[in-house]
């Protein structure tokens, strides 16, 4: 395992928004890395998100992955599961029967092949045996002739993805031909024409629970805040019983629930509910987001800082989106919910004791050339970053789901 490489990774959103898929990309101060390497990245990925009790701990999640033929037959590709592995390919590598066979084995086998720069004239049915994804250069110039070009892969029952899309115009032409898009950081740029709307009746809710948790208010107080909300308190007592806290029974009352739960996992688990009740347009990506980056600001912090900053981390992290999830600026965020000084430094400016965490993990989420270099000065190795950005992944998919 080359301990110089990074993981950074890019939603695929379908015409809904919602995440589908991510890409994982290996890469050394924001550069590709050399071909010979990209069998790694396929090693560690199946190492940390295929778990041989759980399974596969993505849920219904697609991952991309850069190849070159020569990595087709590498072990570790047989120990992701087919059907949720997507390989990326430059389409000239079509031309080499050699590399043809051997692409053409893995689709047999059930894995995804995704090709790259490929000419729309060359979009036909002969492709079929050779890819399932096609990437579409996608400049949202001419409208009409991607329409044309998507009816040609249609009858080819080539799945298209939809590159580089920057900005909400492209991505909605996209969305309205039928095309899932890899959205690098646009999903981090508010929608044009989504009315801010501040906080809703349970965001308000949630938001004052969250205040007295904080507070340490005693349960009995808690309890006649959460009885105003039905939904919430249901949401409450399934969250309990899910997560097996009553060990055997189910835990009908609010006070039982609280305190089986604890304050801190309580606060945490509240967190989700805000971001989560949140009415803006564009929600379920960056909802995902935020969780994922809550979670690895944690992890990423919790080798250097004692285990009970955790929560505060989870916090920052998860926070650092709140104002776009809410439609509120970070100020107006931070006037509605007092939180602790360090967590403030950290979401205003990336500084104080969590902020460093925060600004590396937001860096594994765009391909910035900053993950090496924060993540040096915070003295993490490559493998310690890489392995918490897969575990704060599956952990994702496991509390949004």
Same mark, same amino acid.
């Given at each position: 395992?080359?301990?110089?490489?990074?993981?950074?990774?890019?939603?695929?959103?379908?015409?809904?928004?919602?995440?589908?898929?991510?890409?994982?990309?290996?890469?050394?101060?924001?550069?590709?890395?050399?071909?010979?390497?990209?069998?790694?990245?396929?090693?560690?990925?199946? =190492?940390?998100?295929?778990?041989?009790?759980?399974?596969?701990?993505?849920?219904?999640?697609?991952? *991309?992955?850069?190849?070159?033929?020569?990595?087709?037959?590498?072990?570790?590709?047989?120990?992701?599961?087919?059907?949720?592995?997507?390989?990326?390919?430059?389409?000239?590598?079509?031309?080499? #029967?050699?590399?043809?066979?051997?692409?053409?084995?893995?689709?047999?086998?059930?894995?995804?092949?995704?090709?790259?720069?490929?000419?729309? @004239?060359?979009? !036909?049915?002969?492709? /079929?045996? *050779?890819?399932?994804?096609?990437?579409? $250069?996608?400049?949202?110039?001419?409208?009409?002739?991607?329409?044309?070009?998507?009816?040609?892969?249609?009858? %080819?029952?080539?799945?298209?993805?939809? $590159?580089?899309?920057? &900005?909400?115009?492209?991505?909605?032409?996209?969305?309205?031909?039928?095309?899932?898009?890899?959205?690098? @950081?646009?999903?981090?740029?508010?929608?044009?024409?989504?009315?801010?709307?501040?906080?809703?009746?349970?965001?308000?809710?949630?938001?004052?629970?969250?205040?007295?948790?904080? &507070? &340490?208010?005693?349960?009995?107080?808690? =309890?006649?805040?959460? @009885?105003?909300?039905?939904?919430? !308190? *249901?949401?409450?007592?399934?969250?309990?019983?899910?997560?097996?806290?009553?060990?055997?029974?189910?835990?009908?009352?609010?006070?039982?629930?609280?305190?089986?739960?604890?304050?801190?996992?309580?606060?945490?688990?509240?967190?989700?509910?805000?971001?989560?009740?949140?009415?803006?347009?564009?929600?379920?990506?960056?909802?995902? !987001?935020?969780?994922?980056?809550?979670?690895? !600001?944690?992890?990423?912090?919790?080798?250097?800082? #004692? @285990?009970?900053?955790?929560?505060?981390?989870?916090?920052?992290?998860?926070? %650092?989106?709140?104002?776009?999830?809410?439609?509120?600026?970070?100020?107006?965020?931070?006037? /509605?919910?007092?939180?602790?000084? =360090?967590?403030?430094?950290?979401?205003?400016?990336?500084?104080?004791?969590?902020?460093? *965490?925060?600004?590396?993990? =937001?860096?594994?989420?765009? %391909?910035?050339?900053?993950?090496?270099?924060?993540?040096?000065?915070?003295?993490?190795?490559?493998?310690?970053?890489?392995?918490?950005?897969?575990?704060?992944?599956?952990?994702?998919?496991?509390?949004?789901?």
């Amino acid at each position: 395992m080359h301990h110089t490489n990074y993981i950074v990774r890019e939603p695929l959103l379908d015409p809904a928004q919602r995440v589908i898929g991510y890409e994982l990309l290996w890469q050394r101060g924001g550069q590709p890395v050399p071909d010979a390497e990209l069998e790694t990245l396929v090693g560690f990925v199946a =190492e940390h998100v295929q778990h041989e009790d759980h399974g596969w701990l993505l849920r219904d999640k697609q991952l *991309y992955l850069d190849a070159v033929p020569a990595m087709l037959s590498t072990d570790a590709l047989f120990a992701l599961p087919p059907e949720r592995t997507v390989l990326s390919l430059q389409a000239r590598h079509l031309m080499d #029967p050699n590399a043809r066979a051997a692409i053409q084995a893995v689709r047999t086998g059930g894995v995804g092949i995704s090709l790259r720069g490929l000419e729309p @004239k060359h979009l !036909t049915k002969a492709l /079929t045996p *050779y890819a399932s994804h096609v990437e579409m $250069r996608f400049a949202g110039i001419n409208v009409a002739e991607q329409a044309r070009s998507y009816a040609a892969a249609k009858q %080819s029952s080539l799945r298209m993805l939809g $590159r580089p899309v920057s &900005n909400w115009i492209d991505y909605d032409a996209c969305a309205a031909l039928g095309l899932d898009a890899f959205v690098g @950081k646009l999903h981090l740029t508010p929608r044009p024409g989504n009315p801010v709307k501040g906080l809703n009746p349970a965001q308000t809710i949630i938001l004052q629970l969250m205040q007295m948790v904080q &507070n &340490n208010e005693d349960i009995p107080k808690l =309890e006649s805040v959460l @009885k105003r909300d039905p939904a919430l !308190t *249901y949401k409450l007592l399934r969250n309990i019983n899910s997560a097996g806290f009553g060990a055997g029974r189910e835990v009908q009352s609010i006070r039982q629930a609280i305190s089986l739960m604890g304050y801190a996992p309580l606060y945490r688990w509240l967190t989700l509910l805000l971001a989560g009740a949140s009415e803006s347009g564009y929600s379920p990506v960056l909802m995902e !987001t935020a969780v994922v980056r809550g979670r690895l !600001t944690e992890l990423l912090g919790l080798k250097a800082l #004692p @285990k009970g900053e955790g929560e505060n981390l989870f916090v920052a992290g998860m926070f %650092s989106l709140l104002d776009r999830l809410l439609g509120l600026p970070m100020q107006a965020v931070l006037e /509605t919910i007092p939180l602790p000084p =360090e967590v403030v430094r950290a979401l205003l400016r990336r500084e104080g004791m969590y902020g460093q *965490y925060l600004a590396l993990a =937001e860096a594994c989420e765009l %391909s910035s050339n900053l993950v090496g270099s924060l993540a040096g000065s915070l003295d993490l190795s490559p493998f310690e970053v890489n392995k918490a950005h897969l575990s704060a992944l599956a952990w994702a998919q496991a509390v949004t789901q």
